[in-house]
C-alpha cells in the first residue's frame, strides 16, 4: 500500500527504478562492443612495452550482469516494489505474516488446548509449558518486566513473593488480562504541606526498619493514619484490592530513597500495567500465568 498521498511520488520511484536498470543494460551494450581492429589499446604503457588492450568485458561476465538485469525485472513484476503496483503474486508482508501465524497455530495450537485445560499450578511444573512461557514472556512483557522477570524502577519484579495485585493463579492471570492501573493521588496539601510530606516520609522509612528522625516519625504517623491509610491499610501493608503497596516490606516499586518516597507523596503517580486480552489467546495467557506463578515459587525459568 502506498504511503505517500500524492500519486506523483508513486510514479517517481517507479520511473527511477526503471530507467536505472534499462540504463544499466544499454551502458552495458554500449561498453561491449568488439573492436575489429587488434592492436586498439587504451594508450596506457607499462615498463617499456607492456600495453593495455581496451578488449570488451568476458562474454560470461556480461552475461551475467544482463542476467541479474533481467532477475530485477522479473522480480518487479511479481513483487511490489515499483510505486504503488502490487505485483502479480499479490505478496504483501502481512499476508505473510498471517500465513506464518496460521501456520505456527496449527502447529502449537492443539498444545495450547492441551496446557489451557489444565490447572495453573500443575501447568507451572511442567518443563515443556514453562519453555513456551518463557518464549511468551520473552517477547511480550520482558521490555517492561526484564527477561528474567526482576522488574526495575516502576515496572515491579514478578519473582518476589511481594504481590501489589495478588499471586494467586486468578490474580496474575486477571492482571495480565485486564491490565491494572494503581493510582496514588498527590498527597501533599492532605498531610500539611512540605514539612507534613517530610514527616509522614520518614513514618514511612520506619515501616521497613530504615533510619528514620524519630521527631518527625511521630508526627507522621498521625498523618499516616488520616491520610493513608484507607489505601495502605492501619498497619501499612497495602490492600491488594487497589494495589497499594506493602510499605513494610523493604520491597520499593518507585525508589527507596527519602527523596523518592518525599517524591511519591508529594506527586502521587498512576502506573499501568496494559491489558493483554486483546493481544494473547486465552490459552496463551493461560501459559504465561503458569509461568509467572512459577517465578515466585523460586521455579528457576528454564535454561537457568
Ligand atoms: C508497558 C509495560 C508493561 C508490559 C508490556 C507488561 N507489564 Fe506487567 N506491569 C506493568 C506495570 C507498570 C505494572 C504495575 C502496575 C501497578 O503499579 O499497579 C505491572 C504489573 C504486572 C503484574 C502484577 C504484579 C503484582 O505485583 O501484582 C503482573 C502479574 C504482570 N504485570 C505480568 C505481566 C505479563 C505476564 C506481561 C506480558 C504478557 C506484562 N506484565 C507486560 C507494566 C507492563
Ligand atoms: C487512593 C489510594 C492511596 C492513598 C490515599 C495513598 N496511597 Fe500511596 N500508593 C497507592 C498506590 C496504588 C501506590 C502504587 C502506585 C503505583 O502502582 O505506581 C502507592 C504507592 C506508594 C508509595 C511507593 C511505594 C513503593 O514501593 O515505591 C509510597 C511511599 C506511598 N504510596 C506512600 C503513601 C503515603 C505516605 C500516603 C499518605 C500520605 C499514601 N501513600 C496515600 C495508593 C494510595
Known sequence: ????????????????????????GIFLKAQNVRGTNEADTSGHTWDEDLTEYN????????????????????YLALFPGLGSYAGMLGWTSLNQLEAENQA?????????EKFAAQDVTVVAKNPEALAIGQKLFLNNCAQCHASDGGGSRGFPSLTDRDWLWGGTPEAIKASITEGRTGVMPPMGAAVGGDEGVKDVAHFVLSLSGRTHDTLRTFRGKA??????????????????????????????????????????????????????????SPAKIHLLTAYVHSLSRGGAPPGK
Open 223 to 280: 498523618a499516616f493514619q488520616q491520610a493513608c491509610i484507607a489505601c495502605h491499610g492501619a498497619d501499612g501493608k497495602g490492600n491488594q484490592q487497589l494495589g497499594a503497596p506493602d510499605l513494610t516490606d523493604g520491597v520499593w516499586l518507585h525508589g527507596s530513597s527519602e527523596a523518592a518516597i518525599i517524591e511519591q507523596i508529594q506527586k502521587g503517580r498512576s502506573s499501568q500495567m496494559p491489558a493483554h486480552k486483546e493481544i494473547l
Open 55 to 74: 578488449n570488451p568485458l568476458p562474454r560470461w561476465w556480461a552475461w551475467l550482469f544482463y542476467v541479474t538485469i533481467l532477475f530485477a525485472l522479473g
Open 1 to 24: 500500500m502506498s504511503q505517500f498521498t500524492s500519486g506523483f511520488w508513486d510514479f517517481y520511484i517507479a520511473a527511477i527504478s526503471l530507467v536505472s536498470i534499462i540504463a544499466c
Open 104 to 112: 505456527a497455530n496449527a502447529r502449537f495450537g492443539p498444545l495450547y
